[in-house]
């Protein structure tokens, strides 16, 4: 039942770049916390804070996937170390204004766009070191340590950015935040170095088309990331919750804290007993059941209004997000060649990364007309009947068995 450890036993270079992404995630969680309640705060609206997510989602789409051909290109632990050190001039900048207390919104969205726009390359390229390090059977238990230490982080930050708040104010959590990265630089700075591997593609929109193909050519890897849009899009909450909590618990920053790391807590549940969802061979129809899953707590917390219930709900939603995740990304490791892989994780990234920011202003626009618990509601029964449509339409995705030979005629077929 627990998570497979062997990947962090076998490798001792994975295991200092695990720990160092597991202190920096947590400070990056405090950030994210500060920033949508200091954006909140400024202007008492859903929508505002879903346009801070649009900012995210902006430089994700325009710089995400042409930023995976030059991982292609690229040594990638070199061109991680440089985007690293650009994260962390822009986290210093945003901690910088508020110990200044500028409470200026257009600057919030300005270093939220550069954080996102350096991110938009970082994460992918982080993300092709797995296959580097791991033998190919020690993926699986590799993504669900990663993920561990996403929900950890979201567990963490989130309450810890609360108290640090009520304590000193929200320049304290970007301050963390900024420090946070000397322990991520450390990790990828130890890591070997990782060329290209064969003739490397030229970065531009030819290699950007030239993955793209790929993802179209493969139903695995389209049921994945359409599975994964569904949820997002249609089923995100998060820029919700900041009314949501003054609407229902009187806008407390601790009740806000623990709604916002009830995802994480089911979360953390799910990854530290991720062993069976390591060994699960059906990945794409188990998928799309915890897509599903997802959906119909979404759908009930906004029907909810007693903390416990909701955070309860929360933790619901994290577990078989945690699920989805880990599967999703076994899948794209496992089909994609060496050679795509980071076209192919810069588009997983777009979707992973970019959709739930669309899903966030579209949360919070609907808030804005309606109100935060319809948002969520009427989302998560839309991700549930959205999860039936893409089982019918991608038939190949529900059938796909990770024990068997992948389909080489899928990656023939391109042009």
């Not at 400070?27 to 400024?42: C, R, T």
């Not at 449509?389 to 023939?412: N, Q």
Request: charged residues 10%.
């Amino acid at each position: 039942m627990l998570a497979d450890i062997r990947p962090l036993r076998e490798s001792p270079a994975l295991r200092r770049y695990w720990a160092g992404s597991a202190l920096s995630s947590i400070g990056n969680q405090m950030a994210a916390f500060a920033l949508s309640l200091q954006v909140y705060q400024l202007t008492h609206s859903s929508a505002a804070v879903g346009a801070l997510a649009l900012t995210s989602a902006l430089p994700i789409f325009v710089i995400g996937l042409v930023g995976g051909s030059l991982t292609d290109a690229a040594d990638r632990r070199r061109l991680v170390l440089v985007t690293s050190s650009c994260l962390t001039a822009v986290s210093a900048l945003v901690a910088l204004q508020a110990f200044l207390d500028l409470r200026q919104l257009w600057l919030l969205y300005l270093l939220s766009t550069a954080r996102a726009l350096f991110g938009a390359i970082d994460i992918p390229a982080r993300r092709t070191f797995l296959p580097r390090l791991l033998p190919a059977d020690q993926l699986p238990a590799a993504n669900a340590l990663f993920m561990l230490v996403f929900t950890v982080s979201f567990t963490i930050g989130p309450p810890l950015a609360g108290l640090l708040t009520a304590a000193g104010g929200l320049k304290f959590c970007y301050f963390v935040d900024a420090l946070s990265f000397a322990a991520t630089l450390y990790g990828v700075a130890r890591l070997p170095s990782m060329p290209p591997q064969g003739r490397a593609a030229r970065p531009g929109f030819k290699a950007v088309a030239e993955g793209l193909r790929f993802i179209r050519h493969h139903p695995i890897l389209t049921g994945a990331f359409l599975a994964d849009m569904n949820a997002t899009v249609l089923g995100m909450p998060a820029a919700v919750l900041p009314a949501f909590n003054a609407e229902h618990f009187g806008g407390a920053a601790q009740s806000l804290g623990l709604l916002m790391a009830a995802p994480a807590i089911g979360g953390l549940l799910g990854t530290t007993l991720s062993g069976p969802v390591s060994r699960v061979t059906r990945q794409g129809r188990t998928m799309l059941i915890t897509v599903s899953i997802w959906g119909a707590a979404i759908a009930v917390f906004g029907l909810s209004s007693t903390l416990w219930l909701c955070v309860l709900l929360l933790a619901v939603a994290g577990l078989a997000d945690s699920a989805s995740v880990i599967l999703r990304t076994s899948m794209v490791l496992t089909v994609t060649p060496d050679r795509l892989r980071g076209r192919i994780t810069a588009a997983d990234y777009v979707v992973g990364g970019g959709a739930p920011q669309v899903g966030n202003l579209e949360a919070g626009v609907v808030a804005s007309l309606t109100s935060p618990g319809f948002s969520a509601f009427s989302g998560g029964i839309a991700t549930v009947i959205g999860a039936a449509v893409i089982r019918l339409a991608v038939p190949a995705f529900a059938k796909y068995d990770s024990s068997t030979e992948p389909d080489k005629t899928w990656g023939s077929r391109l042009s």
